[in-house]
Nanobody, 121 residues
């Protein structure tokens, strides 16, 4: 049974930090690219971080690159998103996904249930 379970969300003041975790089970973790997405209220889901199976390649959009870090521990089947200097506009539900390449390109095969991050004073 495949599972992705996110944790670590919550309420934080602007300028604060949070570390999100996504624990995977039921599939060969190292074989999958892992991604973090977020969906702000009333907006579409957007990609915020990407990491290769071995962890040596990461990509983050310019909007978060200086503040967020993605990393993974393949021994623990877990991917993390360290978020620093949080802003109110980072408020969203954050989701992790396990992605694999297919004829359609890189696509998320599995999704977590999401964890709420609220940045507010």
């Amino acid at each position: 049974q495949v599972q992705l379970v996110e944790s670590g969300g919550g309420l934080v003041q602007p300028g604060g930090s949070l570390r999100l975790s996504c624990a995977a089970s039921g599939f060969t973790f190292v074989n999958y690219v892992m991604r973090w997405y977020r969906q702000p209220p009333g907006r579409e889901r957007e990609l915020v971080a990407h990491i290769s199976g071995t962890g040596d390649i990461t990509n983050l959009p310019n909007s978060v690159k200086a503040r967020f870090t993605i990393y993974r521990d393949n021994a623990k089947n877990t991917v993390y998103l360290q978020m620093n200097s949080l802003k109110p506009e980072d408020t969203a539900v954050y989701y992790c996904c396990a992605a694999a390449y297919s004829r359609m390109g890189l696509q998320c095969a599995y999704w977590g249930q999401g964890t709420q991050v609220t940045v507010s004073s």
